[in-house]
């Protein structure tokens, strides 16, 4: 079988951007004598800080996510306060607290409290 030689003609007239780039920066210059050494600090220093800067992005990202958590956690214990609270005021009112204590046998006064007054001494 023949090869398809238009084929491969079209697949190395084709420029990508990296090739483009690569031709435009001209890396193969840099290389020519080995790796350069004396940049490798600066480049370490860079991934550091590009390292760092991703890990405190998720970071914050996880810490905003705990706070719309406990924000809506805030908000349903709120309810839940309000609703309680709301309860507690109306079972705690007088004809309230009369009709349950009167299943036990209890009967309100209908006589006012009085004040006891003790002279000096007495006591």
């Known amino acids: 079988m023949a090869e398809n030689t238009v084929k491969q003609q079209q697949r190395e007239e084709r420029?990508?951007?990296f090739s483009?780039?690569?031709?435009?920066?001209?890396?193969?210059?840099?290389f020519e004598e080995g790796?350069?050494?004396k940049y490798l600090p600066y480049v370490l220093y860079i991934t550091g800080i590009i390292i760092f800067y991703i890990g405190n992005t998720h970071?914050?990202?996880?810490?905003v996510r705990r706070i719309g958590k406990l924000k809506a956690e805030v908000d349903d214990l709120r309810a839940d306060?309000?609703?309680l609270k709301a309860d507690l005021m109306y079972y705690s009112?007088?004809?309230?607290?009369?009709?349950?204590?009167s299943q036990?046998?209890?009967e309100e006064s209908s006589v006012p409290p009085y004040k006891i007054i003790l002279k000096d001494g007495e006591y």
């Not at 483009?20 to 840099?30: E, P, R, S, Y």
């Not at 970071?59 to 810490?63: F, I, L, N």
Request: glycine share 6%.
């Open 93 to 101: 009112k007088q004809s309230e607290v009369a009709k349950k204590v």
């Open 15 to 17: 420029k990508n951007l």
């Open 35 to 37: 790796l350069p050494v």
């Open 20 to 30: 483009m780039m690569g031709n435009a920066i001209k890396v193969d210059k840099i």
């Open 104 to 106: 036990l046998g209890l």
């Open 59 to 63: 970071y914050s990202d996880k810490t």
């Open 81 to 83: 306060y309000t609703t």
